[in-house]
Nanobody
């Protein structure tokens, strides 16, 4: 079992930055691929970024490429999402997720989810 707790959301003006954190329980964090997803009101949950367990290989959605950076600290069992140049369309609840071994951009392939943290970007 892996438990995930997100933090760092809030209200920011367009062009601003936020850093989300996701703290994971368990001793096998380093063997899990980690992902960030988001869900805006009335929309489906969508992929944002993912990072592989060992080599830290990253993949991003086109909509955030060049603005967001995912990283992980296996010693702290934590994954981060640095969000720069935020836009109003980035407003959503952001979720951290984990799956064993291989990264994925597909929501249904992730086994464990956090409770989400709200990010609101004002224009």
């Amino acid at each position: 079992q892996v438990q995930l707790v997100e933090s760092g959301g809030g209200l920011v003006q367009a062009g601003g930055s936020l850093r989300l954190s996701c703290a994971a329980s368990g001793r096998t964090f380093s063997s899990y691929a980690m992902g960030w997803f988001r869900q805006a009101p009335g929309k489906e949950r969508e992929f944002v970024a993912t990072i592989s367990p060992s080599y830290g290989i990253t993949t991003y959605a086109d909509s955030v490429k060049g603005r967001f950076t995912i990283s992980r600290d296996n010693a702290k069992n934590t994954v981060y999402l640095q969000m720069n140049s935020l836009k109003p369309e980035d407003t959503a609840v952001y979720y951290c997720a984990a799956k064993p071994i291989t990264s994925s951009t597909i929501v249904s392939q992730y086994n464990y989810w956090g409770q989400g943290t709200q990010v609101t970007v004002s224009s």
